[in-house]
């Protein structure tokens, strides 16, 4: 399978603290995007870091790329109650980067 | 207008029924992706349209007859599904068809039940 594995599955954590999740994929890749849907909902992209960047800030989110390790981690700083949602990374690798892979998600808590 | 809209939002129908999902942008978008979504999984590609044309057919039965009759609409026609069918169907646009650079928006979805 071409789909990217996540861990963790779920994550619950107070308010305020901060929220680390990662992601490993198989192929060769052109992006990495994090993607966040709230229950039932559409999904919303949050940020996408090409293969040749190994970093990305985005208010309160960071992302790392590792493409030696195939491996991608999305980071929550000063998490919010709102923050609450399942978070995708999503690969386009470079023999069809239209097709966007999912990965298995997690599912954020935040608990006030 | 950043957004993408979808109708209806909620759907049942029968197994020897026929409807259709719409969708729309405005963004001036040329790829327009359909993907199929089930509970607690991730959105799985079912088409991609570049330029109107359908560039990806990502094997899907061919119950689901997606058509996009212009650069800003999408429809999926649904024929003789069955129950395995129901799911959240998201519509998606992108400004780079080739997908290399821009990121996809998402539409709320349609939430499809099949009886």
């Known amino acids: 399978s071409q789909q990217g594995e996540e861990d963790p599955q779920a994550l619950s954590i107070q308010e305020g603290e901060n929220a680390t999740m990662n992601c490993s994929y198989k192929?060769?890749?052109?992006?990495l995007q994090w993607y966040r849907q709230n229950s039932g909902r559409g999904l919303v992209h949050l940020i996408l870091?090409?293969?040749?960047?190994r970093e990305k800030h985005s208010g309160r989110l960071r992302v790392t790329l590792d493409t030696s390790k195939k491996s991608s981690s999305l980071l929550i700083t000063a998490s919010r109650a709102a923050d609450t949602a399942s978070y995708f990374c999503?690969?386009?690798?470079?023999?069809?980067?239209?097709?966007?892979?999912f990965g298995q998600g997690t599912r954020l808590t935040i608990n006030p | 207008d950043t957004e993408v809209t979808q109708t209806p939002k909620h759907l049942v129908m029968g197994m020897t029924n026929k409807k259709s999902l719409k969708c729309e942008q405005h963004?001036?978008?040329?790829?327009m992706y359909w993907y199929k979504q089930k509970a607690k999984k991730p959105p799985e590609l079912m088409f991609v349209?570049?330029?109107?044309?359908?560039?990806i057919n990502e094997s899907v039965p061919s119950r689901f007859s997606p058509e996009c009759p212009n650069s800003s609409l999408l429809n999926l026609h649904l024929h003789a599904l069955q129950p395995e069918d129901s799911a959240l169907y998201l519509c998606?646009?992108?400004?780079?068809?080739?997908?290399?650079?821009?990121?996809?928006?998402f539409g709320p979805g349609t939430r499809l039940t099949v009886t």
């Open positions: 998606a646009s992108s400004q780079d068809p080739s997908g290399r650079t821009y990121e996809q928006y």
């Open positions: 192929t060769s890749i052109n992006n």
């Open positions: 870091i090409r293969s040749n960047e």
């Open positions: 999503a690969t386009a690798s470079i023999q069809g980067a239209q097709k966007l892979v």
């Open positions: 963004m001036g978008h040329r790829a």
């Open positions: 349209y570049s330029y109107e044309k359908l560039s």
